[in-house]
């Protein structure tokens, strides 16, 4: 399966945007890109995914890089209720069982 | 409002005991799925089922069963077989097809032992 690689933490300021990294060199070309993120004491949230090109929703937006080797996913505005772990996961299209693999994440540290 | 009901919130596990963990989702998702967390740590998936009355181990499955008798409702038995059951428990759901759908989360039931 192909793994994603993500910084342990990182800090933000509140009301500047983020640019949460993830590398997945390994991914295939039908691997389904998602972000979900986890608050403290809650079950994790999903966020956004992708396949190939840049998405928006609401929550916030994803970077796929034109090799699909690595995407960021930008919080446009911090605020203190986004301080959370965010997860990147690969999900292939042929994945049938819908299972996500859950990697250690990036704690996201937002200071007032 | 449509979503996943954990319960109970906490729980509390003696010696040799099975406790059994409540899943309920009304959002007509077709497959369901147990996860373990262990503190600091990232999501590892137990069991799931992805239709009535048929379920697959997960990545850890020894020490916990399952049934799935109704659409709506995936129950989790930690038995007493499991010697490390104190974490934290995650039941999600999801519409059944490709990878790129998403899975929906409930608030999780924590479970220590007594």
């Known amino acids: 399966d192909a793994k994603t690689t993500q910084p342990n933490s990182m800090e933000s300021n509140e009301e500047e945007p983020v640019h949460l990294p993830c590398n997945h060199s390994?991914?295939?070309?039908?691997?389904?890109i998602h972000w979900y993120r986890q608050l403290p004491s809650q079950g994790p949230e999903y966020v956004i995914h992708g396949l190939t090109s840049n998405v928006n929703n609401r929550m916030a937006s994803l970077a796929i890089a034109e090799d699909r080797k690595s995407s960021t996913l930008i919080l446009h505005r911090a605020t203190l209720r986004d301080a959370a772990v965010y997860y990147c996961i690969l999900s292939p299209l042929n994945n049938a069982g819908n299972m996500l693999t859950f990697g250690g994440g990036t704690r996201l540290m937002v200071k007032p | 409002d449509g979503g996943i009901t954990q319960s109970p919130k906490y729980l509390f596990r003696k010696e040799g005991q099975n406790v059994t963990l409540s899943c309920e989702q009304n959002l007509n998702h077709d497959a369901m799925y147990w996860y373990r967390q262990d503190p600091g740590q990232g999501l590892r998936l137990i069991y799931y089922s992805q239709i009535v009355n048929d379920f697959q181990k997960g990545d850890i499955a020894e020490g916990y069963s399952v049934s799935r008798e109704k659409k709506e409702s995936f129950p989790l038995t930690v038995t007493s077989a499991q010697k490390n059951p104190t974490a934290f428990y995650l039941c999600?759901?999801?519409?059944?097809?490709?990878?790129?759908?998403?899975?929906?989360f409930g608030d999780g039931t924590r479970l220590s032992i007594l």
């Open positions: 999600a759901s999801t519409v059944q097809g490709t990878g790129g759908q998403p899975q929906h």
């Open positions: 390994t991914i295939s070309g039908t691997d389904y």
